[in-house]
């Protein structure tokens, strides 16, 4: 069984500053693990993904996550927020061609 | 940005109605998905194809149906709604050729259903 916990359900941070989305995990097999953001009325959008190569991923917009297999845990970061960044986040584990499982999201909010 | 359209984007219904919700990808992909998302709330997968006459139920319960009769086309019906349907509805699509599970899906912009 998989799933996916975000810690955080709200994230509020002043522009210029960084941003940290925390993700943990639980997969029985080795997992695939995404981050997407979703802007109001629009679509999710892929920032990034791990798929057991590198376990620093660098993804769109300046954004990167870590994969710590020791914690369990896939952490979103960014060194500087922006406002364009202000949207709801959801991190992803897939184990194999199991459905992808949604964490509840995070809303990060960037205060000017 | 993904080629993967969806309409409406914005549906309000009386009790009772039979709806159609249609999304279209023009990417060539043999997998498909439509997810449910409550307001503030994650995406739960409710159907999924593998390609053209396979479909599947996904982890939430639905009264929704859905078809797959062209690769591009993946419409989702509800017979009689209710305002227990109130959501979002998210389509998906992916290439799905690799075993472990590690394609990126891509999502259209999402209908929002209001059931009066």
């Known amino acids: 069984a998989q799933s996916v916990t975000q810690l955080d359900s709200h994230v509020s941070v002043s522009e210029g500053t960084p941003v940290l989305l925390r993700c943990n995990y639980s997969s029985s097999y080795s997992p695939s693990l995404f981050w997407y953001v979703q802007h109001p009325n629009k679509g999710l959008q892929l920032l990034l993904k791990y798929t057991s190569a590198a376990t620093l991923v660098k993804g769109i917009n300046g954004f990167e996550a870590e994969f710590k297999k020791s914690e369990t845990s896939f952490h979103l970061t960014k060194p500087s927020a922006h406002m364009s960044d202000a949207a709801e986040y959801f991190c992803?584990?897939?184990?194999?061609?199991?459905?992808?499982?949604f964490g509840k999201g995070t809303r990060l909010s960037v205060i000017a | 940005e993904a080629d993967i359209y969806q309409t409406p984007r914005y549906l309000v219904i009386g009790t009772g109605k039979k709806i159609t919700l249609e999304c279209s990808q023009t990417m060539g992909h043999d997998k498909m998905y439509w997810y449910q998302q409550d307001p503030g709330m994650e995406l739960h997968l409710i159907h999924y194809?593998?390609?053209?006459?396979?479909?599947e139920k996904g982890d939430l319960s639905s009264e929704s149906t859905v078809s797959r009769i062209r690769t591009e086309h993946f419409p989702l019906t509800l017979e009689s709604a209710r305002p227990s349907h109130t959501s979002q509805y998210l389509c998906a699509s992916s290439v799905g050729l690799d075993p472990r599970g590690t394609d990126t899906q891509y999502f259209g912009p999402g209908t929002r259903l209001t059931v009066l």
């Open positions: 992803v584990v897939r184990s194999g061609n199991t459905p992808l499982v």
């Open positions: 194809s593998y390609g053209v006459n396979s479909t």
